[in-house]
């Protein structure tokens, strides 16, 4: 009975150590440019990104991160005039190598240390439309559009814009 209460003991902190599948605002975040802003302060250099690159039509490319990045000289979102708004939002900011430019994405970080939760998003459709002052930016489920997305996020952009995004 000892030596089976010392293997229970023993797998205790295995067992209770088990990774937690990431959120999807973990995984998915936003890009202007080269900048990742994501809700994931854990990201490091070498991780791997999906884009979705919201141009018409929309491709998918690789990138991989670079590095935090803490100005806006890398990273427009960190402009004077949205810094706050971003930050406050809960976004970390990284810079992306990729082999293409890229203007507006979505990107899903792929990087073995982060376990994936579902739902599996390759038949997704990513989508953006402009706000009053930014851009949103959503994950919409295979099933046509439905009432609810899968994730969005949301750009401040620090100036007025006319809004198209559907009530």
């Known amino acids: 009975m000892k ?3 010392s293997v229970f003991i023993a797998l205790l902190p295995a067992v209770g ?3 937690e599948p990431a ?3 973990q995984q998915l975040g936003w890009l202007h440019g080269q900048c990742l802003a994501i809700k994931n302060a854990g990201l490091v ?3 791997k990104v999906q884009l979705v690159l919201l141009d018409e039509p929309q491709t998918t490319i690789s990138g991989t991160v670079e590095s935090k ?3 806006s000289s890398q990273c427009f979102a960190l402009m004077d005039d949205r810094r706050k708004v971003n930050q406050a939002a809960g976004y970390q900011f990284y810079r992306v190598a990729t082999t293409e430019p890229v203007e507006l994405a979505i990107g899903r970080v792929s990087d073995e240390q ?3 939760t ?3 998003l390759r038949n997704a459709h990513f989508s953006y439309c402009s706000t009053g002052e930014g851009v949103q930016f959503s994950v919409w489920p295979v099933q046509a559009y439905q009432d609810k997305p899968l994730w969005r996020g949301y750009y401040y952009t620090g100036y007025d814009t006319e809004a198209d995004c559907p009530e």
């Open 23 to 25: 959120s999807l605002d």
């Open 69 to 71: 990045v803490t100005d």
């Open 114 to 116: 982060i376990r994936l």
């Open 45 to 47: 250099a070498g991780s």
């Open 118 to 120: 579902e739902p599996d």
């Open 3 to 5: 030596s089976c209460f």
């Open 17 to 19: 150590c088990a990774a």
